[in-house]
């Protein structure tokens, strides 16, 4: 690295900010000359005529042009024949960019959402319903949709404010730890928006295919991030040199910070790191690519004190079996991993030890064991056990999508087919082969499927009243009650429910109702009902 050194004693800034534009090697050329025929011998080029495009219409040529312009021959009707195959001239004119603030993933239709549901809601105050948060896991579904959805954007009077609302929705979807959702909605908005492609890099750097990324990069320039993206795209694609030379212009002109100069400086040269201590960490501070060189340079970091979506990067095959089931957990607890990859991760390998984790894989392969039997003796308390174990830690919404399918509660104990009716109800499958004979819970199953439930419960007795009148009609956008503030109101009260404040989660039931969602509203209904009755713990049936 002789040459690396000569530059740090030798460069000017000069020099280094034209290595921050550009690193790549040029080929050597020799010098033009300005007469190149002199030098060769070769002979001399033919003399050209005076004239130039521009210049008057030389005299000579003038006499030979026709005096008057000659018609353009016309068929029988009047109507001009072409004298050539040309092509007819084509205005153009450039068409207004696309407005990412209104694109999404899904329609508004199959959000069931009005396509003016943004309509009357300033822009500051649109951004901040982004931040909601709802506890129920029906609620946090909506809100989501509500994000990923092509909606007319909130009214926007500055110019300069023009994709805030589309940077917010992807930011939000980013905090909430749904990676997938949003590089999806960034991917849509297309990556030569340098704002889009800085978040598309984060993304890359934590599910993968940042390699694709650094290509495009390579291709257009000017969307990159910053110098240490740079930097990292091109180890990554092989020029180790250009990477250094931008490394050390980088840290000349003070355009890194420290705690990332030092990194790269790791990064780039083996020999920084050998025997050095460790680099400190600051969570607080983290970001994507600060992850990914740690990783690099061999020190990787535990997700679990980082913040969610960092948990993303542990689903890698290259991280361990504990890892990828705690970070699984962890993301499926926040509603944003699908249940049957933490289904599949349960199952993927024995338990190595007890306690944690490892006793609810266990559980879980217990309870795929006896279900593949078919036995109800043996499934009911298998069932009872897993639940036991998922619920106390936070995975009752997990366990439910995952496991309810394969359930027939007509087929299991007394105890165990309660427990598998409210956990298909919980997960909104209402489809029964029979009906259950305690009336708790024929009240639960007719909430759930739309019917008129028995007020035989504190949650049932405030909700039945709400489904007891006629559908209400559909919501239009002139009827003076701005649709977002109503529903993300509605969100907030039904979440007083899980406080026992049924009286107020009726209200905000009742206003998801009139605003026309009322398959949201049953299932949100329903997990009121059920969310105390699943706190209580389960009798243990013994084993057979």
């Known amino acids: 690295m002789i040459w690396i050194d ?12 034209a290595v921050l534009g550009f690193a790549s090697p040029m080929a050597a050329q020799s010098p033009l000359s300005a007469n190149d025929w002199l030098k060769s011998g070769t002979a001399r080029p033919a003399p050209s005529t005076a004239w130039r495009p521009g210049d008057p219409v030389p005299p000579d040529a003038a006499r030979l042009r026709p005096t008057r312009p000659i018609a353009a021959p016309t ?22 960019a696309a407005d990412s603030d209104g694109a999404g993933v899904i329609s508004a239709r199959q959000a069931g959402l009005a396509e003016d549901f943004w309509a009357g809601t300033a822009l500051d105050t649109a951004i901040g319903m982004l931040r909601a948060s709802p506890a129920l896991p029906a609620s946090r579904q909506l809100a989501r949709r509500v994000i990923e959805a092509q909606l007319a954007p909130p009214e926007i009077d500055d110019p300069t404010r023009q994709g805030q609302f589309f940077a917010a929705r992807v930011d939000q979807l980013f905090r909430d730890g749904a990676l997938p959702s949003a590089r999806v909605l960034l ?15 984060d993304l890359a750097l934590l599910l993968g295919g940042e390699g694709q990324l650094c290509t495009h990069m390579a291709r257009a320039p000017g969307i990159v991030p910053d110098q240490a993206a740079r930097i990292y795209c091109l180890a990554q694609v092989g020029d180790w040199q250009a990477a250094a030379l931008v490394h050390h212009g980088a840290a000349r002109l003070g355009l890194l910070p420290e705690g990332l100069d030092a990194i790269l400086t790791r990064y780039l040269d083996d020999g920084a790191a050998d025997g050095a201590e460790p680099l400190p960490v600051t969570p607080t501070d983290m970001t994507p690519l600060m992850f990914r060189l740690h990783e690099a340079i061999g020190q990787p970091l535990p997700t679990g004190d980082l913040p969610l979506p960092y948990a993303w990067a542990d689903l890698d095959q290259r991280a361990g079996w504990k890892a990828q089931l705690e970070a699984a957990e962890r993301l499926a607890r926040a509603g944003v991993l699908p249940s049957d990859v933490l289904h599949q991760l349960y199952g993927a390998q024995s338990p190595a030890a007890s306690g944690g984790v490892w006793e609810r894989a ?26 036991q ?5 936070g995975l009752r919404d997990a366990f439910a999508s995952m496991v309810a399918p394969d359930l027939a509660p007509e087929t299991l104990p007394p105890d165990s087919a309660r427990l598998a009716l409210w956990l298909r109800l919980w997960a909104g499958l209402t489809e029964v082969s029979e009906s259950p004979d305690e009336p708790l819970d024929a009240a639960l199953l007719a909430l759930a499927s739309g019917g008129q439930p028995q007020p035989l419960s504190p949650a049932l007795g405030a909700l039945a009243p709400v489904f007891a009148g006629d559908l209400p009609p559909a919501p239009q956008s002139g009827d003076g009650m701005p649709l977002a503030p109503a529903q993300y109101g509605s969100l907030a009260d039904a979440d007083a429910g899980l406080q026992g404040d049924f009286t107020r989660a009726a209200r905000g039931v009742q206003m998801l109702r009139q605003l026309g969602l009322i398959a949201d509203a049953r299932r949100i209904a329903t997990q009121i009902a059920l969310d105390p009755l699943l706190k209580m713990p389960p009798q243990t049936e013994p084993a057979p």
Do not use: H, M
Not at 191 to 201: G, K, V, Y
Not at 389 to 393: F, V, Y
């Open 362 to 387: 266990a559980a879980v392969q217990a309870l795929d064991a006896a279900i593949a039997t078919g036995d109800g003796a043996r499934i009911g308390p298998a069932l009872r056990l897993a639940f």
């Open 187 to 201: 991917q849509g908005a297309g990556p030569d928006n340098a704002d889009s492609f800085r978040r598309l890099f």
């Open 75 to 96: 068929d029988r009707e009047g109507r001009q024949i072409a004298q050539d195959a040309l092509a007819v001239p084509v205005g153009t004119s450039r068409l207004k």
């Open 389 to 393: 174990r998922l619920e106390a830690a």
């Open 6 to 17: 000569r530059l740090r004693r030798t460069a000017t800034p000069a020099l280094l900010l």
